[in-house]
């Protein structure tokens, strides 16, 4: 069966800090990969999507990047963390169109 | 801009009683909709979805009616049980399928004994 970690669970942050969350999928190839982000009062914001290695996109302009070094693997990254950069981060997988799949999440907080 | 609204934040309903968890939409465009369940420190999970070709989807005790004129979309859940507390996403996909959705804010719902 297949299988999403995200890690790690909580983290703070202090501004100015480089940010690096993980995601992999275990037991399927060439998922579709998704990051979503939850601010405060705000519904899940599609970040970003990638359809294959090397292949992502940027729905909102934003202090974040992605890559997806490898098929199973989709790493969420900031040079310099922002106070707005808080949230809760989803990483979600999907085979082709069908509904996603997520992961637990990751908890970030920037002082 | 939330193009996706869900505007009740919480419901409470008695256990055997129905749940009615609604969402609003803004962009015309969309023609697919869904609706997540999360559990507290877990990732929301798929419950049910809709295309818009449809105004209604059932699937157990879940039903999730679609008024495209009125931009509306409700879950109904009958009967409630104390394991359906959870908060509940809608959502929403303009390529008529599951992918690049727009989530609401989410219900809290609590199904009280």
């Known amino acids: 069966s297949q299988t999403i970690h995200q890690w790690p669970a909580t983290l703070v942050q202090p501004v100015g800090s480089p940010l690096s969350l993980e995601c992999t999928v275990e037991g399927t190839s060439n998922p579709n990969l998704y990051w979503y982000r939850q601010a405060a009062g705000r519904g899940l914001q599609l970040l970003f999507y990638?359809?294959?290695?090397?292949?992502i996109s940027s729905e909102v302009p934003q202090n974040l990047s992605a890559s997806r070094p490898q098929d199973r693997q989709f790493i969420l990254s900031s040079k310099k963390l922002l106070l707005s950069d808080s949230g809760f981060y989803l990483c979600?997988?999907?085979?082709?169109?069908?509904?996603?799949?997520f992961g637990n999440g990751t908890r970030l907080t920037v002082t | 801009d939330q193009q996706v609204k869900q505007n009740s934040p919480s419901l409470s309903v008695q256990e055997g009683r129905i749940s009615i968890l609604n969402c609003d939409y803004t962009?015309?465009?969309?023609?697919?909709f869904l609706w997540y369940k999360k559990y507290p420190a877990e990732g929301p999970t798929f419950l049910i979805s809709i295309s818009s070709i449809k105004d209604k989807n059932e699937d157990g005790r879940f039903t999730v009616f679609l008024n495209k004129s009125a931009k509306h979309l409700s879950l109904h859940i009958v009967p409630s049980q104390p394991g359906d507390s959870a908060v509940y996403f809608c959502a929403a996909s303009t390529t008529g399928t599951a992918s690049k959705l727009t989530f609401g804010t989410g219900t809290r719902l609590q199904v009280t004994l």
């Open positions: 990638s359809v294959g290695i090397g292949q």
């Open positions: 979600a997988w999907s085979p082709g169109n069908s509904p996603l799949h």
């Open positions: 962009n015309s465009m969309f023609d697919y």
